[in-house]
Nanobody
Framework: DVQLQASGGGLVQAGGSLRLSCAASGFTFDDYVIGWFRQVPGKEREGVSCISRLDDSTYYATSVKARFTVSRDNSKNMVYLQMNSLKPEDTAVYYC?????????WGKGTQVTVSS
């Protein structure tokens, strides 16, 4: 079974940092792009960042560019999201995602709360 599990969320003050981790299993990890998304209650899930198979191409939403850094360790089937200079508007549940054979797979999210 494809499984993704995000962790590392928590409560942090504005300006602080958190590092999220995504543990993946059940598929050939280094064959697939992994994405990070976030969702606030009542709003649509939005894409935050993604990283290519070989770590040579990354994408960031405008709202997080220059503050967040995505990376992956294919030897450990892990993807990371380093989040710096956090803002209250970054508060959300964060999910990691991959797409296999036309299907989206989502892990359990991790809550990030940034206090002002």
């Amino acid at each position: 079974d494809v499984q993704l599990q995000a962790s590392g969320g928590g409560l942090v003050q504005a300006g602080g940092s958190l590092r999220l981790s995504c543990a993946a299993s059940g598929f050939t990890f280094d064959d697939y792009v992994i994405g990070w998304f976030r969702q606030v209650p009542g709003k649509e899930r939005e894409g935050v960042s993604c990283i290519s198979r070989l770590d040579d191409s990354t994408y960031y939403a405008t709202s997080v560019k220059a503050r967040f850094t995505v990376s992956r360790d294919n030897s450990k089937n892990m993807v990371y999201l380093q989040m710096n200079s956090l803002k209250p508007e970054d508060t959300a549940v964060y999910y990691c995602n991959t797409r296999l054979n036309g299907m989206n797979y989502w892990g359990k999210g991790t809550q990030v709360t940034v206090s002002s």
